[in-house]
């Protein structure tokens, strides 16, 4: 590895919401690595011990937000991961659903990014980085709810970079394909055939097997990189090949 990049995160903070597991634990654990000081802010520590500083945080509630960024003094790095997931079609999902899953999956980001710019604009690395989906550029079966929130999350991290400009803060997000995560497993468990879910979902990646969180976090590092300076208003596609390719049956 480049030594640059070994420790390029040396003397930054980051604040990492969904850090307890999947790609938030894997996004903490490697931006530790690089030398970061990292808040995990979840509502459970999870697998956090040892590699961040573990804030209680509920991302759909305005209280808890500002509570818990009043425990962070400094910040250089804004990682807005924390998202719940939803199954069906228009026709599927209660209006409850709707208003719960767009509470967290975006106004969760718009609460935690609200209490993170006063303190990224004291930065001069300054970068947040939105966990977005492939589920906001590609039309996935039984997914209407997710994949429009996520399509607000893309829009919403175009939106920021232009309005952050000014303040020095870099936005741009990442855009994972299905990922083998806790969270993938447990909506895979709810299928009446597990085992056979997981096959269809690794068909429809091209590459043909689920993303790693750990590819994630390496996209995500890369976007909020202080290497990477000229790089906003970007989206970064981790989906093996879901969105571009067209594989011949």
């Excluded at 500083?53 to 500002?66: F, S």
């Excluded at 026709?91 to 935690?112: M, P």
């Excluded at 790693?212 to 976090?217: G, I, K, R």
Aim: hydrophobic share 45%.
């Amino acid at each position: 590895m480049d030594k640059r990049m070994s420790k390029e995160f040396d003397g930054l903070s980051a604040a990492i919401t969904g850090a307890g597991s999947g790609i938030g634990l894997a996004t903490a654990k490697l931006l530790s690595d690089r030398g970061a000081k990292v808040y995990g802010l979840d509502l459970n520590e999870g697998g956090m011990a040892g590699i961040a500083t573990w804030i209680q945080c509920d991302v759909g509630d305005d209280k808890a937000v500002e509570a818990a960024f009043s425990k962070i003094p400094a910040l250089d790095i804004m990682i807005n991961n924390a998202a719940i997931s939803a199954v069906g079609s228009v026709v599927d999902n209660s209006s409850e659903d709707w208003l719960k899953v767009l509470n967290v999956n975006v106004l969760g980001i718009v609460r935690t990014s609200k209490s993170a710019v006063p303190l990224l604009k004291k930065s001069k690395h300054a970068a947040i980085v939105n966990t977005c989906s492939v589920a906001a550029t590609a039309g996935i079966p039984k997914r209407a709810l997710y994949s429009a929130s996520k399509g607000a999350v893309l829009s919403l991290t175009l939106a920021m970079a232009n309005d952050h400009l000014a303040d020095g803060i870099r936005v741009n997000c990442v855009n994972p394909g299905t990922a083998d995560t806790p969270w993938v497993q447990r909506l895979l468990a709810q299928a009446a055939d597990p085992a056979a879910e997981r096959k269809a979902l690794e068909a429809r990646q091209p590459l043909g097997r689920l993303v790693s969180a750990q590819e994630v976090a390496s996209a995500i590092a890369y976007l909020a990189s202080p290497l990477q300076g000229s790089t906003t208003g970007t989206s970064l596609t981790v989906d093996g090949g879901m969105q571009g390719l067209r594989i011949p049956k």
